[in-house]
């Protein structure tokens, strides 16, 4: 079975560029979550989609971020317009059911982003 | 709010000793805790989650214990080998947060031959 899948694994644009970061999650899982490690930080937590729909955005630290998930299955994280701040690694998580508090998050590799 | 500490933040050790990480949180309402391992420029693997209903978990080498109500966890770790050598993690889920996880800022382990 394959894992939480990211794409891309290094971006580095310029301030003021837009990105966008694509997560596709293990086949199956309703539950996908989105994290950011920035420099000398611990890991914080971004949002949740259960299959399309938005559980919780509050994490997201702006409205420079936009995440979607269209039809339930991979997700993308957008940035626009990057601001130096937002530099670091963005970590995708699935997990299987909604609501069953014994599921681990897996996680994927993550995307480094560097704005210059 | 839910903050979770990690200490050491690194520890270097010489191959073959027994040695136990420590994770701390402030809110002791968690549904569960995760100990996940990070390799440099790799994804986060999860090595043993407790619920916060039982006292530890075991899996080979590996032992997590959980005291919620002083808001402690400790993972052990026997007979470390350099290819232990990573950051170590410890998430909580807790009860009023849905199943977002809060995490400490690792324990860097370097486990030397």
């Known amino acids: 079975e394959a894992g939480v899948t990211q794409f891309p694994s290094h971006s580095v644009i310029e301030k003021g560029q837009t990105v966008t970061l694509r997560c596709d999650p293990i086949?199956?899982?309703?539950?996908l979550y989105w994290y950011r490690r920035v420099m000398g930080k611990e890991i914080k937590f971004l949002l949740h989609?259960?299959?399309?729909?938005?559980?919780?955005e509050s994490g997201m630290p702006n409205n420079r971020f936009l995440a979607e998930r269209t039809g339930g299955t991979y997700s993308t994280l957008k940035v626009q317009p990057a601001e130096l701040e937002d530099s670091g690694v963005y970590f995708c998580?699935?997990?299987?059911?909604?609501?069953?508090?014994?599921?681990?998050?897996?996680f994927g590799p993550g995307t480094r982003l560097l704005v210059l | 709010k839910q903050e979770v500490t990690q200490i050491p933040a690194a520890l270097s050790v010489p191959e073959g000793e027994n040695l136990v990480l420590n994770c701390s949180f402030t809110d002791s309402a968690i549904y569960n805790l995760q100990w996940f391992r990070q390799d440099p420029g790799k994804g986060l693997t999860s090595l043993l989650l407790?619920?916060?209903?039982?006292r530890e978990q075991t899996s080979g080498r590996l032992n997590a214990s959980l005291d919620k109500s002083s808001g402690r966890s400790t993972l052990y770790i026997a007979a470390s080998q350099p290819g232990d050598s990573a950051t170590y993690l410890c998430?909580?889920?807790?009860?009023?947060?849905?199943?977002?996880?809060?995490f400490g800022e690792g324990t860097q382990l370097t486990v030397n031959p």
């Open positions: 407790i619920q916060s209903s039982q």
């Open positions: 086949s199956g899982h309703d539950n």
């Open positions: 998430a909580v889920r807790r009860e009023t947060s849905g199943s977002r996880l809060t």
């Open positions: 998580a699935s997990r299987p059911k909604p609501q069953d508090s014994q599921e681990t998050q897996y």
């Open positions: 989609f259960v299959k399309e729909s938005k559980q919780d």
